[in-house]
């Protein structure tokens, strides 16, 4: 008797996190016709040229986004340093002032 996998793996694991059974099914697209809604699903992109092209144009982009999630770190990274700054700045200026009416 031979079985793929455990039944109660699969159940657990949609106890667990209920989302997961939506992320299996097939995408669908809800399209609102005389009135009427019709599920009709998504078909995927289709494959131009080589695979080896679709996989080097799939490299660029990831390449690209990886440099602009490294700037937007670099920004929050240079934005957080500076309210920090400021904020060091305002309490030593209370603490002084704080100290003077004493």
Do not use: C, W
Not at 9 to 23: H, I, Q, R, V, W
Not at 36 to 60: I, T, W
Not at 65 to 78: G, L, S
Request: glycine share 6%; no cysteine; hydrophobic share 30%.
């Amino acid at each position: 008797m031979s079985s793929s996998g455990s039944p109660t793996k699969g159940f657990s694991a949609d106890t667990l996190n209920p989302y997961m059974y939506e992320l299996r099914i097939h995408p669908k697209e809800l399209i609102l016709k005389e009135g009427k809604v019709q599920m009709k699903e998504v078909k995927g992109p289709k494959g131009e040229g080589s695979l080896e092209d679709r996989m080097e144009a799939l490299e660029h982009e990831v390449f690209r986004y990886k440099k602009m999630v490294k700037r937007e770190v670099d920004i929050i990274h240079k934005i957080s340093s500076e309210l920090i700054t400021k904020h060091k700045e305002e309490v030593a200026e209370l603490r002084d002032e704080i100290l003077s009416l004493h």
